[in-house]
């Protein structure tokens, strides 16, 4: 199973500042040279975290596999023809949210679905729906022409621990064979952390998980006796 690390809250934290630090593209790289398979990062409608100019300088500085998360709107789609990532993944985006909440209601929009997935993968570029593990979606998401999708394990996440673990479980299962039975890769990702992660090697064929939060949450745990130390040594 191969690990694309999202490095949005990167973004969030620099923007916090409006400066250059924590420096984007140095953090990806940092992620590759630790095992990362690829890079993740969703430009939003609104740019509030990642920003053009990031994808950008990624793709041209990184010899990686970039995957673009981003809602199904024209913009986006000229973008990604533009950029040319080796992988889209398409979200539903709604301004108001704090994540991405729930999958890509692909089923309810077929056919612009087929036509928006179309030119992106005759340009070659890997096309993922983010879906919810509901088989008609992933039978809408086959449908529209695209090689992936990518489930939203944000319901099993948030069960995890409780009773309802095992049923939240049991869907990703499901609708990660029926999608397989297809001929669809399946990835998966939303709110894995480090203790819910290991149940998706229960799921045979997974191709990649995207992880983002949990890792950049933790990075500060891990990092900051380091920050400090270097800091003291300049101070005292
Ligand atoms: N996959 C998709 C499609 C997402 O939208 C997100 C969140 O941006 C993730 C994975 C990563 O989720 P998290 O930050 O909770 O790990």
Do not use: W
Request: hydrophobic share 40%.
């Amino acid at each position: 199973m191969l690990l694309g690390v999202n490095i949005d809250h990167v973004a969030t934290l620099r923007n916090a500042r409006g400066g250059v630090e924590p420096n984007v593209v140095e953090c990806a790289k940092l992620c590759i040279l630790n095992g990362a398979d690829s890079i993740t990062t969703h430009l939003r409608e609104d740019r509030r975290h990642i920003k053009d100019e990031d994808v950008k300088l990624i793709r041209k500085e990184l010899n990686t596999k970039l995957n673009l998360e981003m809602a199904m709107t024209d913009e986006m789609q000229s973008i990604a023809l533009s950029v040319m990532p080796d992988a889209v993944c398409i979200v539903p985006e709604k301004r108001q949210e704090l994540t991405t909440e729930g999958g890509l209601d692909i089923a309810g929009q077929l056919e612009r679905g087929k036509n928006f997935v179309k030119p992106l993968v005759e340009k070659g570029i890997e096309v993922s729906l983010f879906i919810d593990p509901d088989k008609k979606q992933v039978q809408a998401a086959y449908e529209t022409g695209a090689q992936f999708i990518e489930l939203h394990t944000g319901t099993y996440s948030n069960t995890f621990g409780t009773d309802k673990e095992k049923q939240s479980f049991e869907d990703l299962k499901t609708a990660a064979e029926f999608a397989q039975s297809l001929g669809l890769k399946v990835n998966a990702g939303h709110g894995l952390n480090y203790e819910n992660v290991d149940r998706m090697h229960e799921i045979s064929g997974l191709y990649e998980l995207n992880i983002g939060h949990s890792i950049i949450a933790r990075s500060i745990s891990v990092g900051l006796p380091q920050a400090v130390k270097e800091m003291k040594d300049l101070v005292k």
